[in-house]
């Protein structure tokens, strides 16, 4: 009998197909104690088993690139974090086997993370991950992933690593659906960048059956367990007709009536300007410059490794537009040589801006660079601060670029709620604002974007926060200046125009979304997203907000 299932899609498309569930995780090693002559032994296999881990995951990053290559890059050097290695040979040199040492090291600082705060799950989970792969390797049993199959099927787990998601083969995983997540979680990013359909925060996802038929919708979040012939029929039927009008719609976005709405990309580094130039970006209105500091986490990378790799995304977008975020460090992205490692709260503390002001060699480095990166290039470059919370910010930004001889236009991102209240003022000292609306939804309802307890609260259609958008675009259109989004919002088709309809001025998404929205917005005119828009906002909920727009468009 069909059952319907409903969590948070994140990701587009169709997927129908039977139930593989996610390997286990790897279960405790027994607390034996071994003799003081194994210990070092016992020290040698941990130190080796750590090192193929995080060897492994830098291969993987390699393999997958782009955003995926930063995270599990990250994941690689928590891996071989001193502290944690440390600790570990300790634990086996009062008598604990190599395997326990690591599980109760990892446990412990499990533990110490868990208790700063719950700014840092989306770190717990990671922390996670790669004990679960240490351990697996020491005992010599299979390590937890993705399980194998000849067939095609829909992959249901509990929460998915970046390991594991970074490599998913589109061909054989037609979609997959997890208990916790949320719309901005890693696992959600990078699904959207594989263009595999998929569902989030669906309570009671582990208890699918294994080889249940179920069809995943990753537009509406919706799960069909045991389908109907019907229901299959209408959902491939749906699909085919998306399919079309994405081969239909070709050129810059614009809505029907020919308002343009410059479609953009969001990008990790080289690696990813091939999909946006394929995807038909007309520029970059996020690129992620962390890629190249977490290389090494002891030192920021030299003037000349910053130009060249700059240079790479500058020169695929002759005569376009490239946003560039300079470091956003802090949080849930820690640098040994720049963050502070006792802050109570990272994600209120010394993050983005405040970190580079606090350390401004390094932001007059990466400025320089992307200054040199651009010399000769008829690209249109702009430059943005990550976490600006008020004017005396974004002045101090500005009067960084331009000491570093920078000529380009200056932003700030309006991912704290007091920059989208007083936008006005930021736009005195910068000449755009760009929308992290990712950030701005964590921090205007204080809700861990990590944490799929509270993915109600992340969603983007929530009307405060299309509340905050429309102060910061009237702000733009008032000072004669640019307001774009590059949050994950921007990457839902239906919200795309809702944005348009707020008076953003260009929309940045990951590549594998910009045929969806451009084929969305060519649907209707700039009046009727202005429409649906107000009746977004004069909702009281995501959910109603979503109804209202998608009523007002379809001219019910």
């Known amino acids: 009998m069909e059952t319907t299932l409903r969590g948070v899609g994140v990701s587009h498309g169709v997927a129908i197909g039977e139930v593989r569930h996610m390997g286990t995780a790897v279960l405790e090693p027994p607390a034996k104690q071994i003799p003081a002559e194994e210990a070092e032994r016992e020290q040698g296999r941990a130190r080796k088993a750590v090192e193929a881990v995080a060897a492994d995951l830098m291969a993987r990053g390699n393999l997958a690139g782009g ?131 998929a569902v989030v925060a669906l309570p009671g996802a582990g208890e699918l059956a294994e080889g249940t038929m179920i069809a995943v919708d990753g537009s509406t979040g919706e799960i069909f367990v045991d389908p109907s012939n019907e229901k299959k029929a209408e959902l491939e039927a749906a699909a085919a007709a998306r399919k079309a009008a994405l081969a239909a719609a070709t050129g810059p976005g614009a809505t029907a009536d020919g308002h343009k709405v410059p479609l953009l990309a969001n990008i990790g580094g080289p690696a990813d300007v091939t999909a946006a130039v394929e995807a038909g970006a007309e520029g970059v209105g996020l690129f992620r410059t962390e890629f190249l500091f977490l290389d090494d986490s002891k030192q920021a990378p030299s003037e000349e490794k910053q130009v060249a790799a700059y240079r790479q995304v500058l020169e695929a977008f002759p005569e376009g537009r490239v946003v560039v975020r300079v470091l956003d460090a802090g949080a849930d992205k820690p640098l040994d040589f720049l963050t502070p490692g006792d802050e109570p709260n990272p994600a209120l503390g010394v993050r983005g801006l405040r970190t580079l002001l606090d350390h401004p060699d390094i932001l007059r480095t990466q400025l320089t660079a992307l200054a040199k990166a651009a010399e000769g290039l008829p690209v249109y470059l702009e430059v943005m601060a990550p976490m600006v919370a008020d004017r005396i910010d974004a002045r101090a930004f500005a009067d960084a670029c331009r000491e570093a001889g920078l000529r380009a236009k200056f932003g700030a991102m309006v991912e704290i709620p007091s920059a989208a209240l007083r936008a006005r003022s930021i736009l005195q000292e910068v000449e755009f604002l760009s929308l992290g609306t990712n950030d701005l939804a964590q921090y205007t309802f204080a809700a861990d974007r990590q944490v799929g307890a509270v993915s109600r609260l992340q969603d983007p259609w929530q009307p405060a926060l299309l509340d905050l958008v429309a102060l910061s675009a009237e702000a733009a259109k008032a000072e004669g200046k640019s307001c774009g989004v590059c949050g994950e919002a921007a990457s839902d088709p239906l919200l795309a125009c809702v944005l348009a309809g707020l008076g953003v001025t260009s929309l940045s998404m990951g590549a594998a979304s910009i045929p969806y929205v451009r084929a969305t917005l060519a649907k209707y005119t700039l009046a009727q997203c202005e429409r649906a828009a107000a009746a977004a906002r004069a909702s009281d909920s995501a959910e109603d907000a979503r109804s209202a727009a998608q009523a007002v468009l379809s001219g019910e």
């Open 67 to 197: 955003e995926a290559q930063a995270v599990l890059e990250a994941q690689a050097m928590m891996a071989q974090d001193p502290e944690l290695i440390a600790d570990v040979e300790r634990r086996i040199a009062v008598g604990s086997t190599a395997e326990r040492g690591v599980y109760d090291a990892f446990a412990a600082y499990r533990e110490l993370l868990a208790g700063a705060g719950e700014y840092l799950a989306g770190r717990v989970a990671d922390l996670d991950d790669v004990r679960n792969r240490i351990v697996a390797r020491l005992l010599g049993v299979p390590m937890p992933g993705v399980p194998d199959s000849d067939e095609p099927y829909v992959l249901v787990a509990r929460d998915l690593a970046p390991a594991d998601t970074a490599l998913l083969d589109p061909t054989l995983v037609l979609g997959f659906v997890t208990e916790e997540g949320g719309p901005t979680s890693h696992s959600a990013i990078l699904a959207r960048a594989l263009g595999v359909p």
